[in-house]
T-cell receptor, first 111, second 116 residues
Framework: LAKTTQPISMDSYEGQEVNITCSHN???????ITWYQQFPSQGPRFIIQ???TKVTNEVASLFIPADRKSSTLSLPRVSLSDTAVYYC????????????FGDGTTLTVKP | DGGITQSPKYLFRKEGQNVTLSCEQN?????MYWYRQDPGQGLRLIYY???????QKGDIAEGYSVSREKKESFPLTVTSAQKNPTAFYLC???????????????FGSGTRLTVV
């Protein structure tokens, strides 16, 4: 079971790019990396998923180095509404329930 | 719109009572999950189910029970054996396409349970 480590909190200002890194040293060959966003009193929302190299969608980019022992979620030009908790999840998903959520990173965007 | 519906949004339980939290999905997802979240903490897995009439314990199953009689429904019962049930409960679902989930989990909006 891949254990993940993220910073507990990060601060940023509106308009800046934010990079949140997740360490997963014991990631397995079949594991994917998925990032979620959670606002207070809501369920987490899927942001992006990747296996290796770089993945980009309309809201974020995910960078995964060749050794896959870490990953970086990049949020371009954050706004106040991006203030939330961000979770990195690693798992092969072939056996449902074998992925573990860590405590996440609380991102606070200031004006 | 397809999604996951959790009810009720808020639930109050007296000491010694069992309560059942509802979770329904119309996404045709194979797998369903229950998580518990305490203030300022991450999500901890209670139970999960990959197929109808089958489910497995997660990391903190003691004091909880589930059933999966229909693909769309995965109710969670918090029993009197759960000593500290006050928490935010989240239900999720996922596709199991070819044995792998695609696009991760879809979560409901949660049920906040308080013991009074």
């Amino acid at each position: 079971l891949a254990k993940t480590t993220q910073p507990i909190s990060m601060d940023s200002y509106e308009g800046q790019e934010v990079n949140i890194t997740c360490s997963h040293n014991n990631i397995a060959t079949n594991d994917y990396i998925t990032w979620y966003q959670q606002f207070p009193s809501q369920g987490p929302r899927f942001i992006i998923q990747g296996y290796k190299t770089k993945v980009t969608n309309e809201v974020a980019s995910l960078f995964i180095p060749a050794d896959r022992k870490s990953s970086t979620l990049s949020l371009p030009r954050v706004s106040l509404s991006d203030t939330a908790v961000y979770y990195c999840l690693v798992g092969d998903f072939t056996n449902a329930g074998k992925s573990t959520f860590g405590d996440g990173t609380t991102l606070t965007v200031k004006p | 719109d397809g999604g996951i519906t959790q009810s009720p949004k808020y639930l109050f339980r007296k000491e010694g009572q069992n309560v059942t939290l509802s979770c329904e999905q119309n996404l045709n997802h194979d797998a369903m999950y229950w998580y518990r979240q305490d203030p300022g903490q991450g999500l901890r897995l209670i139970y999960y189910s990959q197929i109808v009439n089958d489910f497995q314990k997660g990391d903190i199953a003691e004091g909880y029970s589930v059933s999966r009689e229909k693909k769309e429904s995965f109710p969670l019962t918090v029993t009197s054996a759960q000593k500290n049930p006050t928490a935010f409960y989240l239900c999720a679902s996922s596709i199991l396409a070819g044995g792998q989930t695609s696009y991760g989990y879809t979560f409901g909006s949660g049920t906040r349970l308080t013991v009074v």
